[in-house]
Structures are given as C-alpha cells and as structure tokens.
C-alpha cells in the first residue's frame, strides 16, 4: 500500500470518527442519572449471585431466601424467629430494609453510601452499624464484588417496611462503635496459617 495523502485523510477520518464515539458515550454516562443505567446487567446479576449464595444476606435481612418473596430483603418483619436480635442484655438491633424504598429502606443513599455500609460499616448518617451486621468481614471483598452488591441491592423493586430503631437497654440508641475500635485489616498473605505454596 502507497502512504500518500489519500490513505491520511482516511485514516484522519476513523480518528475522527473515533473520537466521537467516545465522547457520546461519556456524554451520555454522564447525563444517566438513574441508578439502573449507572450500573450494567453483569454487575446486577453477579450481585444477585452474592447476595443469594455467598454473603447470606437475606439469613437476616429476608430469612426466606426468595427474591419472589413479596418483603425480599424488607428487613425485619414482626414475628421473625430470633428476631430483633438481642447483641447483649437489654439490647434490641432490628436487620435494615436494603431495599430501594426511599423513606424506609436505602432508596435515598447514594450508590456510594451503599458501598460505604459494606466496606466501612457505616450508614448514610455515620453511624456504626451494629451487629449481628457482618461488615467486618464483607469490609474484605474486592471493589468489583461491593459494586456488584451495591447494583443489585438498587435494582430491586422497593418496598415499604418500616423497621424500627434499634434500643440500647437504657432506651437510647446503641453506639456500636465501641464495639470495633480495634478492628485490623486482614495480615498480608500469607498468613502464618498458609503456606502460599502449592498443594
Ligand atoms: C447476620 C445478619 C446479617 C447479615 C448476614 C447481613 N446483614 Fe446487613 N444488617 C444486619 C443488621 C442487624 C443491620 C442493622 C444494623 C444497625 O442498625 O446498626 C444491617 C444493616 C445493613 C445495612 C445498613 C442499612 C441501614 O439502613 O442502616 C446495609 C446496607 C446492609 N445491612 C446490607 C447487607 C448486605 C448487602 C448483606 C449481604 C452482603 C448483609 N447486609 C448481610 C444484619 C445482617
């Protein structure tokens, strides 16, 4: 092939082309402002996978399990077995409504607040979120997999449920902060109980 001007104004061309495709596509992620859009099928359906067979998620915040069930992941619902739990003598912490619903679940947290509650264990006020809640272990997933969570959790259809506050046995709220003030990151690995070698 002759490199002469004919075959730069072509390749001028693509370049162009190119570049604009790119910038619509920014544009328009930029301009969705929905969450459904924010988020891609993958990262929902490998966030429904999480949170049915991995993280156990609705053990406490829906115990049947069931995404058909009409109060999936709603939280706590009077009359639930072992529920509210007791933490501590007097103490009652009631399992949140993850779903999206804007005034009694986590419809108005921002995607990142959502995130924060897994990585960091705190709500979209700050506080610490108490147990059984099992953030100090979900805190250990890799961004990909609290993204995947965060995307599924907004996606689902909202739902109405009230769930009280929690009581501490003097009838305040508890401040479980306390509780984790000496969390440490996981050690690098290996660990001294792994090898890091093959088996
Ligand atoms: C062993 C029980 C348990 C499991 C398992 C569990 N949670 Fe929770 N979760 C709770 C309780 C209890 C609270 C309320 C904590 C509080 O109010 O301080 C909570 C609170 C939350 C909150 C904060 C909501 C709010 O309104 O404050 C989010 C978000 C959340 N859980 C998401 C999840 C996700 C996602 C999973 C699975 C990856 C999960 N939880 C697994 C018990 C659990």
Redesign the pocket.
Known sequence: MVFNWRTWQGVLFLFVVLVSVLFSGIIRAESANDEQSFFNQYQIRRGRY??TAV???A???SPQNNPNDPQWLAGYMPGTPGQP?DVGPGFK??????TPDKDT??GSWTPQQ?FN??RQGV?NEG?V??????WPT?RNMSDRDTWA?VAY?KSLTPVSNNVPE?VAPDGTRPD?SVLYQGLQPLPPYPGKNETGGEV
């Open positions: 999480l949170v993280a156990g998620c053990d406490c915040h739990f912490i009631y399992p949140a409504n993850i679940g986590i959502v509650a897994l709500d506080h979120l108490c147990p059984p809640m099992p979900f969570i959790l929690n479980c």
